[in-house]
């Protein structure tokens, strides 16, 4: 029998891979960790626990593009500010 989240967590597995294209540490780092999270969790079979862990990567989704856009804005301030001299 096919798990009714199954699509949901393969959804949330492919939008991480995604995002980790940039991560400052390295895709390739990124996604080995991913995936060591992801089997981790292989066996989960109970639907709230599975529930509490897409939560829980929806959340780390939320902090990846809350740290892209800092970096975007750092750059963005650092081409059209110049540093007040000390």
Do not use: C, H, W
Request: charged share 35%; no cysteine.
């Amino acid at each position: 029998m096919a798990n009714p989240l199954r699509g949901e967590v393969v959804k949330l597995y492919k939008n991480l891979l995604y995002l980790g294209r940039e991560y400052p540490g390295g895709a390739t780092f990124f996604r080995e960790r991913l995936k060591k999270a992801f089997v981790k969790n292989k066996d989960v079979t109970d639907p709230e626990k599975i529930k509490e862990l897409i939560g829980r990567g929806e959340f780390v989704i939320k902090e990846l593009e809350a740290l892209y856009y800092l970096r975007k804005y750092r750059a963005m301030k650092q081409r059209y500010y110049e540093d007040s001299p000390k």
